[in-house]
């Protein structure tokens, strides 16, 4: 995902205060975009989200990525 648009969404979400977001946007936002990688705890298929989804496209990556018939 883009970093721009990612940190956008960071800043505009609502959550509980606990979690200090503005502190964190501030402190840590740059090292997370710099670091991002996925958990790949499995397969990992990467869909561009910045326009539309073919979602055709997406189940037939899943589907090799996971061996599903």
Do not use: F, I, N
């Not at 402190?27 to 326009?51: F, I, K, Q, S």
């Amino acid at each position: 995902m883009d970093p721009a648009l990612s940190r956008q969404r960071y800043a505009a979400r609502r959550g509980s205060l606990v979690h200090e977001d503005g502190l964190r946007l501030k402190e840590d936002y740059d090292r997370w975009a710099a670091d991002a990688e996925p958990l790949a705890l499995g397969p990992v298929v990467r869909v561009p989200t910045d326009g539309a989804v073919d979602l055709d496209v997406v189940l037939s990556e899943l589907r090799a990525a996971t061996s599903c018939a």
